[in-house]
């Protein structure tokens, strides 16, 4: 079985400063991990991946990621927030195993910008 | 320009009146799938498509049917809507191994 904890469901940060949304996985296998982003009345768009190659996955948009496998994590940072990062942000696992590439997603982390 | 498209964005149906939501992907992705978002909840998996042909329920399947007659479109079918299908939808497709999914703009459907 595998699950997503996304630990906040809100995060708040000023323009121009650092941003942390954190995710906590559970996998029973060696897993695949993705951030993606949901702006407003809009669909998903992958931000980044990690499929076993580097720990340090640098995505779009001046996102990264870094898996730490001792502490199960996967946390999304940014080193200074624009107006245009506010949006719904979902940590995903993927399911490797033959027959169901299965996605199972974080309930969402809502970041909210301020000017 | 790669893409999944969805349609309807949006319907407002009564219940039990049967509909269906179509998508198309133009990447010739094998995988393809199916998506609703509800508040607090995340996204959750209706059904799958590896294939023409092979299709799986996912984690929510009740109350809803798939088709995979060709490798580009995948519709999704409720045969019977209920207010409890209200929901966000989400179409997606891929190819194979964990390379990262295309999603679709979303289909807003609310049963009354």
């Known amino acids: 079985a595998q699950s997503v904890t996304q630990l906040d469901s809100h995060v708040s940060v000023s323009e121009g400063t650092p941003v942390l949304l954190r995710c906590n996985y559970s996998?029973?296998?060696?897993?695949?991990l993705f951030w993606y982003v949901q702006h407003p009345n809009k669909g998903l768009q992958l931000l980044l991946k990690y499929t076993s190659a580097a720990t340090l996955v640098k995505g779009i948009n001046g996102f990264e990621a870094e898996f730490k496998k001792s502490e199960t994590s996967f946390h999304l940072t940014k080193p200074s927030a624009h107006m245009s990062d506010a949006a719904e942000y979902f940590c995903v696992v993927s399911d490797p195993r033959i027959g169901n590439e299965k996605l199972t997603f974080g309930t969402g982390t809502r970041l909210t910008i301020i000017p | 320009e790669a893409q999944v498209t969805q349609n309807p964005r949006y319907l407002i149906t009564v219940t039990g009146k049967k509909l269906t939501v179509t998508c198309s992907q133009n990447m010739n992705h094998e995988y393809m799938s199916w998506y609703r978002q509800d508040p607090g909840l995340g996204l959750r998996q209706i059904y799958y498509s590896m294939n023409v042909e092979v299709t799986d329920k996912g984690d929510v399947p009740e109350g809803y049917k798939v088709s995979r007659k060709e490798k580009r479109n995948f519709p999704l079918i409720l045969e019977s809507p209920s207010p409890n299908q209200t929901s966000l939808y989400f179409c997606?497709?891929?190819?194979?191994?964990?390379?990262?999914?295309?999603f679709g703009s979303g289909t807003r459907l609310t049963v009354v």
């Open positions: 997606a497709s891929s190819l194979w191994g964990g390379v990262g999914y295309t």
């Open positions: 996998s029973s296998y060696s897993p695949s």
